[in-house]
Structure formats: structure tokens, C-alpha cells
């Protein structure tokens, strides 16, 4: 018979799955590979996403991890966006997530002059100016296309880059602050894994996600993961043995059989309270939000234009929005939760707000603000 779970343990065991509830030790590099990637569109806050799955570490070890030591990689993958990735598995996942993406992204390369020989003298170009010139900005590799009478204005440049980096060509290297990178040769960078069959590739994705998510349908795999829904089945399918059923309040549901006693003992946790950052991938893991976020309180983590603001979590609950600001020396952060907390999660905030500071190496005060509900 399927384990079945209401909404309060199907959030709890979700959130145990991300890594929420015991945050053991464990290096950035194990944090994106257990949580199939950590998304990545704002650096900042991809960073920032590591701190609550873990114990110990450190926005210096996140760095180290990407530039010196070089095992994690910032490129577009799932879904087309930006990820943070371990670099040995993109040799596998880049040729079952490129062609997709770059395919949906046609219409758009059309809009903005770029046909398909104008894409592959682009790709060409970017190559060619990397492998002369090393890591270049964007505004560099704009000004290589311009030289070659290609369309580099507006977002011609960012659609090429796109392309070059999913067909495995390209990806970010040395990030320069205020939000501007440089993009390397993905060879010069990194030392790939070696490629796999596709039906293998396709297995692997749906087991990595499935050990990341918790419980999920494979509805969920295809939108996290970007893959159209046949081909998520047959990912799905390749491991039916290694999935056990797990009964909802709307529908069925799976989870790894050799993770389900572990998610299990989190229904036993303390609360589990984290300050989740924007763009978290907890909020882009399945097809709805629906059952972790409230809709009266769906604005103020969807305000519009793609974003999603900075959270607070409580037993996989949405239940507030944070921002902070820092300069060199200090941090200051403002909590607004959506209704009132009791005094013990407050607390727990400010426990989280703590190691926040550990992770940054610099202080953080924390400043609550009256809940949202009230209006103000």
C-alpha cells in the first residue's frame, strides 16, 4: 500500500529532501550535486542558496569551489537557465539539455536576425575570440560580433552566448562584481566527464532529481527540468524499481525507496526554519507553489518579471520575504513575515540570521517587520 502523507508531511519530508532539516557538513560541490544543481541566474543568491542545505561552509568556500579548485561550473541547463553545476557531469548533461532549450529558443534568434547561419558564424566567432583572447565580458564578445557584421545589439549577443554555452562550447568563469562575469571555453576551464548514452543520461537526471526533490511526479521532472514530458517519462520509467509510491491529497507521487526513511525522521525535527535567498531552487523544483505558499501571499514572492524574492521557511511553509544589504564590513536585514509568528520562530530567525553572518564573514543585524497581512 503507498505511504500516504498530508500537506504538512509532504512539506516537511520536501524540505528534509533539499537538505533543510539537519544541514550536515558538507562541501559546496556535494551540496549542488545533491541537490542536482542550484540555480543560478543571480549569483549572489545561488551562492547564498548552499548556506541553508549545509553546516560549515562559507561564501570563501563557494568561491574557492568555483574559480581555484574549479568542480563547480555556472552555465544554462536546466530549463534553459542559469545553474550551478558540478563540472565532471557536464559532459553528460549539456548534450540531453542543449538541444531543447537552443530548439525553443529558435523563434527568439529569428526576432532578434540571427538564422541558422547566422547562429553557427556567431558560435564561431565567440570560439574563435575566447581561444585568442582568454575570458572576455560580455560587452567584449558583443564587440567581436559587431567586427564581424554579425547582430550583436540588444540581446543578440546574450542569445549567442546562450547557444554556445548549451551546445557545451562556452561557460561563466571569474565573476567582477556588480553583476558582470567573464565567459571562458568550457575546455579551458574544466576537465569534462566523459558523455553517456542517452537512455543512461535520461535516467540519471530523473534519479538526481528525485533524491533532490523528495516526492514528486514526473509532471514535476519535466518542468524542472525543461525536458518535454516524453522524454521525462522515460527517464521517470527507467527507474520505476528504484521509486516507491507516495499517495497525496490530489494525486500519486514518488520518492527514491533508499532515501524514504531517512525523509521519514523528519517528521520528528524540531521546526525547520531557513532563509531561503531569491531564485531559490526549492521554489523551481515543481510545477506548482501552490501547496508551500499561500496564494494571498503569492505577490510578495512573485512580484512580477520573473522574480522571486529572498524567503523565509518553516517546515517547507512560505512563510515571509527577507532582503539584505551589505557594504564591506556589515549586512543589514529586514524580515517581513506574512502573518504573525510565534516568539520561537522569530527566534530560530535570528539563529539563521547568525550563520548567515558566519557564512558572509561579516555581522548582520536583523530588523522584523510588522506582518504584510496587517497592510502595512
Known sequence: MPLRLNPEELLRLRAAAHGFATASPR????????????QAQDATAGTLSARPRTRGLTEADVRRARFEERSVVRTWAMRGTLHFLPAKDLGWLLPLLGPNAIA??????MQLGLDA????????VIRDALASHGPLTRDSVREALAADGL??????TQHLLYVAALRGFICCSNDRGSGTHEFVLLSDWVELGPPLPRATALAELARRYLHAAGVATVEDFAAWSGLPLRDAREGWDAIREERAEVELAREQAWALSSRLPELLAAREYAPIVRLLPRFDSYLLSYRGRDTALDERHARHVLPGGGI????VLVDGRLVGVWQ????KKRATMTVAPFEPLPPEIYAAIEVETDDLGRFLDMPVAVTFGAPLSSGS
Open 308 to 311: 522571486l524574492n529572498a524567503t
Open 151 to 156: 547582430p550583436a545589439a540588444g540581446q543578440a
Open 104 to 109: 525553443r529558443d529558435r523563434t527568439r534568434l
Open 324 to 327: 539584505l544589504h551589505r557594504d
Open 117 to 124: 547561419d547566422a547562429v553557427e558564424r556567431g558560435v564561431t
Open 27 to 38: 562541501s559546496f560541490l556535494d551540496v549542488v550535486r545533491a541537490s542536482g544543481g542550484l
